[in-house]
């Protein structure tokens, strides 16, 4: 970041935190190291403000920052922008509206100051952010970790906020998957329901942390949010991804597609970004 960049940044995140630290009531789980759950953790008006800039941006049909057409497929039509029941945002944090850009601060600031393995620093603060939504299936996406080009290689917190539809998030130590034999209970895979507002922060000895998500309750979104953002009975489920990668700005354009590390060159590079997380964390 350039240093007047720096400047707005710290400036922002005095605003964001001149107020009441913990809101009475809230739940803030330490789950493993390098891992929080923030529960009921954020004003209720915030929140649903947040929720509206993260629906907006998603709606919006004309170009803005590197996305064109929102998360639609097109212009016009209603078809989403990663198959058939999903459709993706993601761009630069500062094209967001600012309402879900202090959220994201806002979690990464409560889970720091829960964690103190979670790494501080204006290094740490997101660059980016992903909206994926969801829509009527109950599948989520299958468990990964995030190791690919757009997901960065430092240890910096990843902030995941679950809007609308309740869903599953599943994690473990270690990667599992159906060819291993196992079942994963017997993996050590663990879970935790997400509901409206929830949000999980990891980063630091968890970073390449091994997590999915499933079991999305279709209906469950709050009726008056529902109603709110126009949506049916359905409604749906928005998860907003906050990340560090600054390396990454001026490409935004270059992501607009699903990444994942394809090459042989790029595999080993995650690796070897994986292997030196697990050694300075031991």
Known sequence: MQSSELTKTVAAL??????????????????????????????????????????????????????????????????????????RVYDRVETYGSNLVKLGRRALFLAQTADIELPLGLDKVATHTLLVRYDQGSRGIAGHVDDAVIDGDNDAPIVSFNFGNTARFLYADMPWNRFLGVSMKDHGVREVEMQHGDCIVWGGPARYLWHGIDQIQIGTMPAATRARLGLDEKGTRINATFRCTPELIGREAEFQTVVKNMTPAEKRAAKRAREANAAAYA
């Open 14 to 87: 005095l605003r964001d935190h001149d107020d009441e630290m913990v809101l009475p009531g809230a739940e803030i789980y330490s789950l493993r190291r390098g891992v929080v759950l923030l529960r009921g953790a954020f004003d209720p008006t915030q929140l649903e403000a947040a929720v509206d800039d993260a629906f907006a941006r998603g709606e919006r049909r004309t170009p803005h920052g590197a996305v064109q057409t929102g998360w639609y497929a097109d212009a016009t039509s209603k078809q989403l922008n990663y198959g058939t029941q999903r459709g």
